[in-house]
């Protein structure tokens, strides 16, 4: 007699990929992960009808798998009300208040677990990762934008409004700083996230600073990867732009350890991922920052344990929510 095996399907939607993948209650991938681009219609705004039609044939696979098929996780990369499933501000798929969680339960019938792809992701490393018999762990990740979700004292912390872990919206210039997504200048993430990267490397291309970076310039603008690139090939001012990065995300991480006193740091995300030891860098720099012993010797930075940590959360969120999980 076989074990009865309980499985939901995870969606991770990012500002430009949208991920799919049906995974057990042991956080085992059950099929292979789906990738595909976010639909946006002429106005740059996601289609959420388009988005439903490239989930249908997952939850059609899941529907015909031996088991007990519980339910769609669904991660979005802003702020999203738990409760309702509610997009409230979702600024890089440009929604604002659409009830994306709803329309997904009506169009198959199923339970939808929506939340922000920060809290997935933190659920799938105390779940099956890093994060397991911890009790005090932020999730960071370094993108597109920068920012991450929060659990303290063995709880997911939301705060007064669901909104919480917008570390990245701290304000660190506002006065030299640029506009920021959410509407303010010089926000911590206008400095250390992909763009901001992007754009110290086309302006040290532009004024010549990185002889690297000028070359590539003369062909295209230039990317993110490029900088770290350059930083690898040993390029002065590539250098720079990634030594700043890793200082100012130290600084705010720092920060955030001496108010809550975390044990661990979870840091994913594209940028994170860009040159192999960043990870480790930024925790050997946030030290210079913790203001306690305790904290310098015993704070454990490190990367995420899944190739997406947000996906396998969203399945995470449905085995919890149902009561099939226990952190
Ligand atoms: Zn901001």
């Known amino acids: 007699m076989t074990e009865n095996r309980f499985f939901a399907l995870a969606i991770d939607i990012g500002g430009t990929k949208m991920e799919c993948g049906i995974v057990d209650s042991q956080g085992r991938l059950l099929s292979a992960v789906g990738k595909h681009q976010v639909p946006f219609n002429g106005e740059g705004i996601a289609d959420p009808a388009v988005l439903i039609d490239l989930i249908s044939p997952y939850v059609e696979q899941a ?7 519980l339910g769609i996780g669904l991660g979005c990369c802003g702020n999203i009300n738990q409760k309702t499933g509610m997009a409230v501000l979702i600024a890089n798929l440009h929604w604002r208040n659409v009830p994306f969680g709803s329309m997904v339960r009506d169009a198959f019938g199923l339970p939808v677990y929506a ?7 933190l659920l799938g490393e105390l779940a099956w990762g890093a994060g397991r018999g911890r009790k005090n762990v932020a999730w960071a ?5 920068y920012g991450g979700y929060l659990y303290l004292d063995g709880r997911l912390y939301a705060g007064a409004h669901g909104f919480a872990g917008n570390f990245g919206h701290n304000t660190w210039d506002e006065l030299h700083g640029s506009l920021c997504g ?3 200048h010089g926000c911590v993430e206008t400095f250390v996230a992909g763009p901001a990267i992007a754009r110290a490397g086309q302006i040290a291309a532009d004024t010549k600073t990185s002889p690297f970076l000028s070359q590539i310039a003369i062909q295209r603008v230039i990317k993110t990867r490029d900088v770290f690139d350059g930083e690898r090939s040993g390029d002065t001012a590539c250098q720079n732009i990634i030594a700043e990065v890793i200082r100012l995300v130290s600084i705010n991480l ?3 350890v001496n108010v809550l006193d975390l044990e661990m740091i979870i840091i994913g995300g594209g940028v994170a991922k860009a040159a192999e ?3 480790e860098r930024i925790s050997v720099k946030t030290r210079e920052y913790l203001m306690t012993e305790e904290a310098k010797t015993d704070l454990i930075i490190v990367s995420e344990t899944f190739s997406n940590s947000a996906l396998f959360g969203a399945s995470a969120d449905v085995f919890l929510q149902q009561g099939r999980l226990v952190l």
């Open 63 to 69: 529907c015909r798998m031996e088991g007990d098929f």
């Open 115 to 121: 939340a922000t792809d920060g809290r997935m992701a």
């Open 141 to 145: 990740t370094i993108g597109t934008g």
């Open 182 to 184: 959410c509407g303010r």
């Open 254 to 256: 720092g920060g955030l």
């Open 277 to 279: 030891d960043l990870v």
